[in-house]
């Protein structure tokens, strides 16, 4: 049974930062891309960060470029999300995703295995 674990959410100011943690079990971690969603209230879900399963190729989409660092432990089964210079939109419930390694991991769809999420409020 896959279990991705989502720990590291709260409430923080605008400018702060926060390090979101996804522990991930019952998969071979290293034969996943991982990567990072958000859902604000009322909008669709968004990736804004990727890594392969080798760990390279950090995907980011302009909206957080700069600002979020995705990076993976895979001795830990971990993924983590830096995020830096928090901006009120950046408000939402992260959820942690894996998707098989041959599978492309820039896109929105095909993600095999999801967590439950955490929620991120930054307040102005």
């Given amino acids: 049974q896959v279990q991705l674990q989502e720990s590291g959410g709260g409430l923080?100011?605008?400018g702060g930062s926060v390090r979101l943690s996804c522990a991930a079990s019952g998969l071979t971690f290293t034969l996943y891309n991982m990567g990072w969603f958000r859902q604000a209230p009322g909008k669709e879900r968004e990736l804004v960060a990727a890594i392969s399963g080798f760990g390279d190729s950090p995907y980011y989409p302009d909206?957080?470029?700069?600002?979020?660092?995705i990076s993976r432990d895979n001795a830990?089964?971990?993924v983590y999300l830096q995020?830096?210079?928090?901006?009120p939109e950046d408000t939402a419930v992260y959820y942690c995703a894996?998707?098989?390694?041959?599978?492309?991991?820039?896109g929105q769809y095909g993600w095999d295995y999801w967590g439950k999420g955490t929620l991120v409020t930054v307040s102005s």
């Fill in 12 to 14: 923080v100011q605008a």
């Fill in 63 to 69: 909206s957080v470029k700069g600002r979020f660092t």
């Fill in 76 to 78: 830990q089964n971990t």
């Fill in 83 to 87: 995020m830096n210079s928090l901006k």
């Fill in 98 to 106: 894996a998707i098989r390694r041959t599978d492309a991991y820039t």
